[in-house]
């Protein structure tokens, strides 16, 4: 019989769509024909590599997308203190993506590519909130997630 650890780790290192950045973000299969963590963009048809030369310019549009997705999904999980799988899968693949544009076009430019970003999600996200996720002591940011908590709470009461 197999050791369904033996599947996971084999899924894991099989995404259905091989590229240079998803290594280890395979979909897992589990027993009932379910599927954890099928991502279209990490490991499904979507991460399927192109040819392409983009310009630098299209290099750092691609390396503020990549970092958008991933400071938005940390930022959801600061505001509702959860986690979601398919997002762990997607928020190492961005950061992974990143990585691989700042070896094609220089540390500065993705740096401020991504002050960039942020600048941007600060002006369009609670200022309270977004300080708190990205400045705010362990206090702060504990009182702004209990905050959205109650927040929810009453709006599931209504």
Do not use: C
Not at 1 to 15: G, I
Not at 19 to 41: I, K, S, T, Y
Not at 43 to 71: C, D, S
């Amino acid at each position: 019989m197999d050791d369904p650890s033996d599947r996971f780790l084999e899924d894991l290192n099989n995404p259905e769509a091989r590229n240079l950045d998803n290594e280890g973000l395979g979909a897992v299969h589990l027993r009932g024909g379910f599927v954890m963590g099928q991502v279209h963009e990490v490991n499904g048809p979507g991460a399927a590599e192109v040819v392409f030369m983009p310009t630098r310019h299209e290099a750092v549009q691609l390396a503020k997308y990549w970092f958008q997705v991933a400071i938005e999904i940390e930022y959801r999980w600061f505001l509702f203190d959860q986690v979601d799988s398919n997002e762990s899968l997607l928020k190492a693949f961005a950061y992974r993506r990143v990585r691989t544009i700042a070896k094609v076009i220089g540390e500065v430019e993705v740096r401020e590519a991504n002050r960039q970003v942020e600048e941007e999600l600060s002006k369009k996200n609670d200022p309270k909130y977004w300080k708190a996720f990205r400045f705010g002591t362990d206090q702060e940011r504990l009182a702004v997630q209990e905050e959205i908590q109650r927040k929810l709470e009453e709006d599931q009461k209504d």
